[in-house]
């Protein structure tokens, strides 16, 4: 938990690449600059394409965001970029020895932080006189609400260990990333300096993460010789002033254009449906859970339907669920040799083990119903809601006191974090019901059959 403490800034620079402690410490974070260019010209002015009544206002909900001003019909454009507005990592104007630094930087960064990779980027634009990308830069948040600039306390009220273990993940690169920056950037010339000759700390580096996990989008680059296509990080500006529903009203789409015998690329946003007067323009950023939309964007979706809750296997967990639920002879602890077959098929025993599991699709696959008898199911059914019950206990607060606490009034980062718990708890309540439906449907069906 420590570790998050230590993201808090403590230098200030010409254009400052340090980044205020907690995003959540308004409701709508101030831009780097208090009057950044105008976006919507800068766009257009670079050869890109806004449509008429597509401006940014503020959305209660998100902050800034892009609303039509009047309506516009089914497959419209709204916004189309050429090749050369996206910020990726890699770019046609780089510089040869500070950029040969950066891509040194950027193979330290482990894949799954690919966040950071591009963040560098942003960082060395950030500190560039005269970036090409300064308009954009400009309007980009000044504080992020995600849980690595949350205070140890609020990190530790997240109640749900495989989100704590996340974010110290997190928060502990970034600490041991900070040291590799300034050992890279030491006795440089200032003309092989990344950064221009600034200090770059954890905070900034964070700063950076959090603007691209929470903003780029991952599309496709260039068509490789044998015909396929990578997909690279990118960061668009404008675009990524649309903010998130799991029922869109736009969409991305990807086209070539072919200039003087050149391919380039278009990125367009386009009306999915009728956009009426007032509404907000809303992407789909995935079908992901509360986990990560906490962590990389820092919000939480109320209700998620891809919300999930990872549950480790356990087999003395599980014969202590199987007692609960009063299920005779539970053997999950020794189980028999043909039993630690299966188990290994499902990858819970042996060495290629993955004892995490977060759902149960490869159980809702099953064509059968009940194949392995009604009495099997209904016993393996118990085991999993006294599971639950085991799991709920052990969330050292109720919903009722979340709920109450949230009526008090609370810090915006405090009001997140007690949000996410509430709907991992809803997971956990929702499983039980549902199961239990399943129970007594079952039930019905044996006495039936007796």
Same mark, same amino acid.
């Given at each position: 938990?420590?570790?998050?403490?230590?993201l808090?800034?403590?230098l200030?620079?010409?254009?400052?690449?340090?980044?205020?402690a907690?995003?959540?410490?308004?409701? /709508?974070?101030?831009r780097l600059?208090?009057?950044?260019?105008?976006?919507?010209?800068w766009?257009?002015?670079?050869?890109?394409? $806004?449509h008429?009544?597509v401006?940014?206002?503020?959305?209660t909900?998100?902050?800034?965001?892009?609303?039509?001003?009047?309506?516009?019909?089914?497959?419209?454009?709204?916004?189309?970029?050429?090749d050369h507005?996206?910020?990726?990592f890699?770019?046609?104007?780089?510089?040869?020895?500070?950029?040969?630094?950066?891509?040194?930087?950027?193979?330290?960064?482990?894949?799954e932080?690919?966040?950071?990779?591009?963040?560098l980027r942003?960082?060395?634009?950030?500190?560039?006189?005269?970036?090409?990308?300064?308009? /954009?830069?400009?309007?980009?948040?000044?504080?992020?609400?995600v849980?690595?600039?949350?205070?140890?306390?609020?990190?530790?009220?997240?109640?749900?260990?495989?989100?704590?273990?996340?974010?110290n993940?997190?928060c502990?690169?970034l600490?041991?990333?900070?040291?590799?920056?300034?050992?890279? $950037?030491?006795?440089?010339?200032?003309s092989?300096?990344?950064?221009?000759?600034?200090? $770059?700390d954890?905070?900034?580096?964070?700063?950076?993460m959090?603007a691209?996990?929470?903003?780029?989008f991952?599309?496709?680059?260039?068509?490789?010789?044998?015909?396929?296509?990578?997909?690279?990080?990118?960061?668009l500006?404008?675009?990524?002033?649309?903010?998130?529903?799991?029922?869109?009203?736009?969409?991305?789409?990807?086209?070539?254009?072919?200039?003087?015998?050149?391919?380039?690329?278009?990125i367009?946003?386009?009306?999915?449906?009728?956009i009426?007067?007032?509404?907000?323009?809303?992407?789909?950023?995935?079908?992901?859970?509360?986990?990560?939309?906490?962590?990389? /964007?820092?919000?939480?979706?109320?209700?998620?339907p891809?919300?999930?809750?990872e549950?480790?296997?356990?087999?003395?967990?599980?014969?202590?669920?199987?007692?609960?639920?009063g299920?005779?002879?539970?053997n999950?602890?020794?189980?028999?040799?043909?039993?630690?077959?299966?188990?290994?098929?499902?990858?819970l025993?042996?060495?290629?083990?993955?004892?995490?599991?977060?759902?149960l699709?490869?159980?809702?696959?099953?064509?059968?119903?009940?194949?392995l008898?009604?009495?099997?199911?209904?016993?393996?059914?118990?085991?999993?809601?006294?599971?639950?019950?085991?799991?709920?206990?052990?969330?050292?607060?109720?919903?009722?006191?979340?709920?109450?606490?949230?009526?008090?009034?609370v810090?915006?980062?405090?009001?997140?974090?007690?949000?996410?718990r509430?709907?991992?708890?809803?997971v956990?309540?929702?499983?039980?019901?549902n199961?239990?439906?399943?129970?007594?449907?079952?039930s019905g069906?044996?006495?039936?059959?007796?």
């Amino acid at each position: 938990m420590a570790a998050s403490k230590m993201l808090i800034p403590s230098l200030t620079h010409f254009r400052p690449l340090t980044c205020a402690a907690s995003a959540a410490a308004a409701s /709508y974070p101030a831009r780097l600059v208090p009057h950044p260019p105008d976006l919507v010209k800068w766009v257009k002015r670079e050869g890109g394409f $806004v449509h008429d009544v597509v401006k940014i206002a503020h959305d209660t909900t998100f902050g800034l965001g892009l609303v039509a001003s009047g309506q516009i019909p089914k497959g419209s454009d709204l916004i189309v970029l050429p090749d050369h507005i996206p910020l990726k990592f890699q770019s046609d104007n780089q510089d040869g020895a500070a950029d040969s630094v950066l891509l040194h930087l950027s193979q330290l960064v482990p894949e799954e932080l690919w966040a950071m990779k591009l963040g560098l980027r942003l960082l060395q634009e950030r500190a560039k006189v005269g970036s090409f990308w300064w308009p /954009y830069i400009s309007n980009l948040p000044e504080t992020y609400s995600v849980p690595i600039f949350f205070s140890g306390e609020d990190i530790k009220n997240l109640q749900y260990a495989p989100l704590l273990y996340q974010v110290n993940k997190r928060c502990r690169f970034l600490l041991e990333f900070d040291q590799e920056v300034k050992n890279a $950037v030491k006795n440089l010339k200032p003309s092989e300096h990344p950064f221009g000759g600034q200090d $770059v700390d954890a905070s900034a580096l964070g700063w950076a993460m959090s603007a691209v996990s929470s903003r780029a989008f991952r599309l496709y680059g260039k068509k490789l010789p044998d015909g396929t296509r990578n997909d690279i990080p990118m960061m668009l500006p404008l675009v990524d002033m649309c903010n998130h529903s799991f029922n869109p009203n736009a969409q991305i789409v990807q086209e070539q254009e072919q200039d003087a015998g050149n391919s380039k690329m278009l990125i367009k946003v386009i009306a999915e449906r009728e956009i009426k007067q007032n509404d907000p323009l809303l992407l789909n950023y995935g079908c992901l859970s509360n986990d990560f939309f906490l962590l990389d /964007y820092g919000f939480v979706i109320p209700s998620n339907p891809h919300d999930s809750i990872e549950l480790r296997y356990d087999g003395a967990l599980m014969d202590a669920a199987s007692m609960a639920a009063g299920v005779s002879s539970p053997n999950f602890s020794s189980p028999a040799p043909w039993q630690q077959q299966v188990l290994s098929q499902l990858k819970l025993d042996g060495e290629a083990s993955n004892l995490k599991r977060c759902d149960l699709n490869d159980l809702k696959s099953l064509s059968a119903e009940a194949p392995l008898g009604i009495a099997t199911e209904i016993a393996a059914f118990r085991t999993i809601i006294a599971l639950c019950v085991i799991a709920l206990g052990h969330f050292p607060t109720k919903i009722m006191d979340d709920e109450s606490l949230l009526k008090q009034g609370v810090s915006p980062s405090t009001e997140l974090v007690i949000q996410f718990r509430i709907q991992k708890k809803s997971v956990i309540i929702d499983v039980m019901r549902n199961l239990t439906k399943r129970v007594k449907l079952l039930s019905g069906k044996e006495t039936t059959t007796a």
